[in-house]
């Protein structure tokens, strides 16, 4: 039990934000053409216009999830050239954001695609073995952290503050370990973070089906989705 605790320290995600910046939307156009990865895209979003701002974060948004899918949670275990990959199609997605990422209300369980962290916070726990990470918000304030690995599920609880549009304040409160569904124990922990918010938008993947996307730094990347109808 002291090990699975230590592990969930880790997986706080408490590191600072780093000081990154993002491109204008104005200048994609010409980022793109430096780009290998979106070489492959279809001709009209390497020269979208306004007009067609929101079909292209859609199959740009859609390229970025397949290739996170790609390598899976533990970007960590990838190759520098895929983890590459996927940093260069997030920065082209970043500036595509809905305004004030931060502040989008935030509701159910979001399920993580890619994390870019090295610890537990991408669900790698020893070795190899990987639970499923997500996250699951029970109100505007409180949400969970959570890795489940078969019968095995862990739960960071914590608090969450809106600096502004585009960062939040969170405060860790407590782990939670469950068997089998049944509560195992419980123990009060602290530290916490400032989460840069660099991305959030519904988009309509080649199946049809909505999904809310969010991207996020601690500083390591995260991507996560949510799946709406």
């Known amino acids: 039990m002291r090990a699975l605790s230590n592990l969930l320290l880790v997986f706080n995600l408490q590191q600072s934000v780093d ?12 980022v793109l053409d430096k780009v290998p990865v979106v070489a492959s895209l279809p001709f009209f979003f390497q020269r979208g216009s306004n007009d067609k701002k929101s079909n ?6 859609q390229e ?5 899918l790609k390598v899976g949670q533990v970007g960590s275990l990838a190759s520098e050239e895929k983890r590459q990959k996927i940093q260069e199609l997030a920065n082209l ?6 305004p004030n990422p931060a502040k989008y209300p935030l509701q159910g369980e979001h399920r993580l695609v890619y994390s870019a962290a090295q610890g537990a916070s991408s669900g790698r726990l020893f070795g190899n073995v990987v639970g499923q990470v997500t996250q699951l918000f029970e109100n505007d304030e409180i949400f969970y952290n959570r890795v489940e ?13 809106v600096k502004n549009g585009s960062m939040i304040k969170v405060s860790f409160l407590q782990t939670n370990f469950f068997l089998f569904d049944k509560l195992l124990s419980q123990k009060q922990v602290g530290g916490g973070g400032v989460w840069k918010c660099r991305f ?3 988009i309509t993947d080649e199946r049809g089906q909505e999904k809310l996307v969010r991207i996020m730094d601690t500083p390591s990347l995260f991507i996560l989705e949510q799946p709406l109808n």
């Open 56 to 61: 292209d974060r859609n199959v740009l948004v």
């Open 93 to 98: 997605v970043i500036p595509l954001s809905d």
């Open 19 to 30: 000081r990154q910046t993002t491109s204008a939307p104005s200048q994609i156009g010409s």
């Open 64 to 68: 970025l999830l397949k290739e996170a």
């Open 149 to 161: 690995l078969g019968p095995l599920k862990i739960a960071l609880q914590a608090r969450r503050e």
């Open 200 to 202: 959030v938008g519904k």
